[in-house]
């Protein structure tokens, strides 16, 4: 069974720095397209940005030029570095990864998500 896991969430004031990590375990053969959500109170879960399974990078509007998306493949490990924070970007943030897991075979993984509060 595969699982990813994020960490790095915190409280931060407006214009601060934040960065996440999502670690993919257990039994699998590849990790392919992984990448960052975010679920404000009383809104509907929004792509925050994601690697594509070629490798190419996608960014919602709201954060392009502020938050940068990375990955260590050695570490199965994906990286949010979000930079001049808003209030606005407070939200629990949730890792996503498409997995090719040794018994569960290809799908989708979800973490439990890790929050982001920034204070004006």
């Known amino acids: 069974q595969a699982q990813v896991r994020e960490s790095g969430g915190g409280l931060v004031q407006a214009g601060g720095s934040l960065r996440l990590s999502c670690t993919?375990?257990?039994?699998f053969y590849s990790i392919?397209?992984?990448g960052w959500?975010?679920?404000?109170?009383?809104?509907q879960r929004e792509l925050v940005a994601s690697f594509?399974?070629?490798g190419s990078t996608n960014y919602a509007d709201?954060?392009?030029g502020r938050f940068t998306i990375s990955r260590d493949n050695t570490k199965n490990t994906?990286?949010?570095?979000?930079n001049s924070l808003k209030p606005e970007d407070t939200a629990v943030y949730y890792c996503n990864a498409h997995?090719?897991?040794?018994?569960?075979?290809?799908k989708w993984y979800w973490g439990r998500g890790t929050q982001v509060t920034v204070s004006s």
Do not use: E, H
């Open 78 to 82: 994906m990286y949010l570095q979000m």
């Open 99 to 106: 997995v090719d897991a040794v018994v569960a075979g290809s």
């Open 62 to 64: 709201s954060v392009k």
């Open 52 to 54: 594509t399974s070629g």
């Open 37 to 43: 959500y975010r679920q404000a109170p009383g809104k």
């Open 24 to 27: 993919a375990s257990g039994s």
């Open 32 to 34: 392919n397209a992984m």
